[in-house]
């Protein structure tokens, strides 16, 4: 298990080498529920389409929106199923190569900052490319944007703004215990 430095200590994370993503929520009518619910951790925001398209024009404006871009790929790619069928694992490796060239390589025109020493762990990865070649450098984006971003992002006025947008009608009641104990994810 790990601990999320930003949410509450009841919420723990499940351990990043499970793979099993929660399915992106179906697109809704925003709700106070749903927006307030993208404060608590990054994870649940990325839970949501709309808040990752809410996330992504934020990060437009600070000229980021690759390191989401980054991460959605590698969401995607994970969803590749690549077993025995040639088709799909050609599928998969030349998604991989794609996602390899447009963010990780030397000069990539969508190039996310990794450190020196995920890029060489990517690099090895390469050698035998799977679903899970970009974990690491995944999960350092998922972390910088958690410590960096997505705090200017809920504490700016664009949040702020929706947050109001949607709560003109609901009155603001304390969470309870459950809501409060809600489990967020490190990737």
């Given at each position: 298990m790990v601990f999320c430095f930003f949410c509450r200590p009841s919420q723990i994370h499940p351990d990043p080498s499970d793979h099993s993503d929660p399915p992106l929520l179906p697109p809704q009518?925003?709700?106070?529920?749903?927006?307030?619910?993208?404060?608590?951790?990054?994870?649940?925001?990325?839970?949501?389409?709309?808040?990752?398209?809410?996330?992504?024009?934020?990060?437009?404006?600070?000229?980021?929106?690759?390191?989401?871009?980054?991460?959605?790929?590698?969401?995607?790619?994970?969803?590749?199923?690549?077993?025995?069928?040639?088709?799909?694992?050609?599928?998969?490796?030349?998604?991989?190569?794609?996602?390899?060239?447009d963010y990780i390589a030397h000069g990539a025109k969508k190039e996310v900052s990794l450190r020196a020493n995920t890029v060489a762990i990517v690099m090895e990865n390469m050698k035998n490319p799977n679903?899970?070649?970009f974990d690491v450098a995944q999960q350092e984006i998922f972390d910088l944007m958690s410590r960096d971003s997505y705090l200017r992002y809920i504490s700016g006025p664009s949040y702020q703004k929706l947050l109001d947008s949607v709560s003109a009608s609901v009155p603001l009641l304390p969470a309870t215990a459950e809501q409060q104990d809600v489990k967020c994810k490190t990737n």
């Open positions: 009518p925003l709700t106070f529920e749903t927006v307030n619910g993208w404060s608590v951790c990054l994870s649940h925001l990325l839970a949501t389409e709309a808040g990752q398209d809410e996330f992504e024009k934020f990060l437009q404006g600070e000229h980021s929106e690759d390191n989401l871009r980054f991460w959605k790929d590698v969401q995607e790619l994970k969803k590749v199923q690549a077993e025995d069928d040639k088709k799909d694992v050609m599928k998969m490796d030349q998604k991989v190569s794609i996602i390899f060239d679903k899970e070649v």
